[in-house]
């Protein structure tokens, strides 16, 4: 609350921290939630969303909690916007190795895509569940408050998820 | 290996991976997991997991920085007067008279057909007109202030619906058909 106060006040370098310190988290949830394309323009819209409605922040939640649940809609709204347009271009595993290879020289390794096909192996719920709680180590309560659901129903779903990682690993 | 039926222990462990655990569910955790092969191996997919995410982009935050807007506070809106519910009602009596007074005068216009008539009715009109300038003006009534629409219905009282002219007497005529 201390950097969104200094931002309200007029400081600028209180949006560069708060931005830099969420930004990654919010681009490997999108990347786990199934995003292949226009992640940083996802993230720059989440923040752009979330500072002009920061006077809606209560601080009940944490800023990340809060960052997780615009960004979640937004890629709702993407996913919806797409099947309407029915532009939806099935993305090949190879597009993906060159374009993050491109962006940061990566080299996916094979423990990443057996990961990353494992986690395709979830249901859409179970996969963001799944990934908050693992990835970002958030509690199954905020999970609740991303996802729009109860923090029984992420337990479930959490539980339901670590069995079909567990044996899509083991089987592979 | 059996399956654990520790759901609690299960559920910490991906905060056991993050250190979020305090000191006494941290110890509980690791005793249980030093005897417990089925979250050994839950704890190493819990690891393997979170090791492999890494295939985001790396997200340039200054780029981000420069096309958020400043900060605006958002004043609430001020909110109109609403109108009250009695003076809703009296617009819609207002409208009815009106719609009622006009509908008879229309009537009795075609029925007789008297230039005089016209002319009365017009006369009326114009004198409504020139008493409340609101009417004259006003194409829809939802434009009114609450003094005007109170002082349209005080001098709606003093309008004549029909024209003021006695009916003319029916004289019988004998054709001399009488029975």
């Not at chain 1, 309200?8 to 560069?16: E, F, I, Q, V, Y």
Request: with cysteine; hydrophobic share 40%.
């Amino acid at each position: 609350m201390e950097l969104i106060n200094r931002w309200k006040s007029g400081d600028s370098r209180a949006a560069t921290q708060l931005v830099g310190r969420h930004s990654q988290a919010l681009a490997r949830f999108a990347a786990s939630a199934g995003e292949r394309d226009g992640i940083e323009e996802l993230v720059q819209d989440t923040f752009i969303r979330a500072f002009n409605s920061l006077d809606s922040f209560r601080g009940e939640s944490s800023l990340r909690t809060w960052l997780f649940t615009i960004e979640r809609r937004l890629m709702l709204d993407r996913r919806r916007a797409e099947r309407r347009s029915r532009e939806t271009v099935p993305v090949q595993d190879s597009d993906q190795v060159s374009e993050y290879g491109a962006l940061d020289g990566l080299i996916a390794e094979e423990a990443q895509e057996r990961v990353r096909k494992s986690l395709d192996a979830l249901s859409p719920t179970q996969r963001e569940v799944f990934t908050l709680r693992v990835q970002q180590g958030l509690s199954y309560k905020e999970i609740a408050e991303v996802v729009g659901s109860t923090e029984g129903a992420t337990r479930v779903h959490y539980h339901n998820a670590i069995q079909k990682v567990k044996e899509f690993l083991r089987d592979e | 290996m059996n399956k654990c039926i520790d759901t609690e222990i299960q559920e910490l462990l991906p905060d056991l991976l993050h250190g979020s655990l305090d000191g006494q569910s941290r110890g509980r955790a690791e005793a249980h997991l030093a005897g417990c092969e089925s979250c050994q191996e839950d704890l190493e997919v819990l690891r393997t997991v979170r090791g492999a995410a890494v295939f985001a982009p790396t997200i340039d935050a200054n780029s981000i920085v420069r096309q958020i807007p400043p900060y605006r506070m958002i004043v609430p809106a001020v909110e109109q007067p609403k109108r009250t519910r009695m003076v809703s009602w009296l617009v819609a009596a207002g409208l009815a008279v009106a719609a009622i007074g006009g509908g008879s005068l229309v009537m009795s216009n075609q029925r007789s057909g008297l230039v005089t008539a016209s002319s009365q009715t017009a006369s009326v009109l114009a004198s409504a007109a020139v008493q409340t300038p609101a009417i004259a003006l006003a194409t829809n009534l939802d434009d009114l202030s609450d003094g005007n629409l109170v002082q349209l219905m005080d001098e709606m009282d003093t309008f004549d619906a029909l024209p003021a002219a006695e009916p003319e007497p029916v004289l019988a005529v004998d054709s001399g058909d009488s029975l």
